[in-house]
């Protein structure tokens, strides 16, 4: 997150020590199924705010498993759900909450692009959501997608990709951090490619990188060019968008789905009739997953997380 005005860091409760928002913002993602059972790999996602309104954004082929081009169906069952790791407030602990992605009859409720629609593979979720800790989500980093872009972006400027690639397991690594891949821009952003907001980036992104915000980012060594012109100095970042994956499986090109879009399916607030999501089923084991795994004096002495339905 970004004051435009000064190209530095917002003081917003967030930012704590050598961890920025970048850092803290990417969010693993497991689908479940009805059984509340992992049905692919997983994906990413971020947290938007507006306001004081929260919203998990992620592609939309993540939450229906149906390509958003074609609208062909990825392999695998459908997701009732994603499992959501979101930090706690203690130190090195994360808890995974389980989030539905439809109501009692199978309407999704998610939003989707109010001119596009489906055709656009971004989803905004409004959080918190079916009983999500409310202090979980207030530590959790956020962007913004209202104002103007922080810099000026143009052909082979440098952006980075922030997630969960394929054959990268949080769950060995110490903390639940997203991993940077850096890319470059590969087609005007101030185009739209296929007629649709999107851009290209030249960037070596995988599997489960679906969902990943798109940031600019500038250390305190680095001078770009704002919005507006004028020269700064970093430290800052700014949200560019939402990856949704390659253009052809053997190709480094990938889609950006403008940051625009996602203000877009904000302000619309717009639920789809379709597709139909099966609901998670009664006996789904919906209680918060915790990482690092509980010591058995914890369970025994400490203090418990909650339920995350």
């Not at 968008?241 to 053997?250: I, K």
């Not at 914890?298 to 909650?306: K, N, P, R, Y």
Request: proline share 8%.
């Amino acid at each position: 997150m970004t004051d435009a005005s000064r190209g530095a860091p917002v003081q917003d409760g967030q930012s704590r020590g050598v961890l920025k928002v970048p850092e803290m913002a990417s969010l693993y993602l497991e689908p479940l199924g009805p059984m509340g059972l992992p049905v692919s790999g997983g994906a990413t996602g971020f947290v938007v705010r507006d306001g004081q309104a929260l919203f998990l954004v992620t592609n939309r082929h993540v939450v229906t498993a149906r390509n958003s081009k074609t609208g062909d169906r990825l392999g695998g069952l459908s997701p009732s759900a994603v499992r959501v790791y979101l930090r706690s407030q203690l130190v090195g602990r994360w808890v995974g909450v389980v989030v539905e992605l439809g109501d009692e009859d199978g309407r999704p409720l998610w939003w989707e692009h109010p001119e596009h629609g489906w055709q656009v593979d971004v989803v905004a979720i409004p959080f918190p959501a079916q009983g999500v800790p409310q202090e979980l989500v207030d530590w959790s980093a956020a962007y913004t997608v209202g104002g103007p872009a922080l810099p000026r972006l143009g052909i082979a400027s440098q952006v980075h990709v922030i997630g969960y690639p394929v054959g990268f397991d949080p769950n060995r690594t110490s903390a639940w951090l997203g991993v940077w891949t850096r890319g470059t821009l590969a087609w005007p952003p101030s185009l739209d490619w296929e007629g649709l907001p999107t851009m290209l980036i030249d960037c070596r992104a995988r599997q489960g990188q679906s969902g990943s915000p798109v940031v600019f980012y500038a250390d305190e060594l680095t001078r770009f060019l704002a919005s507006d012109g004028s020269e700064l100095v970093g430290p800052a970042w700014d949200l560019v968008g939402v990856y949704s994956g390659r253009t052809q499986l053997d190709s480094d090109v990938g889609m950006v789905w403008k940051r625009s879009a996602v203000a877009d399916i904000i302000a619309a607030s717009q639920r789809p009739d379709g597709p139909y999501v099966n609901p998670l089923d009664a006996a789904a084991d919906r209680t918060a997953a915790l990482f690092p795994a509980e010591s058995e004096a914890e369970q025994h002495g400490g203090a418990a997380l909650g339920s995350g339905s």
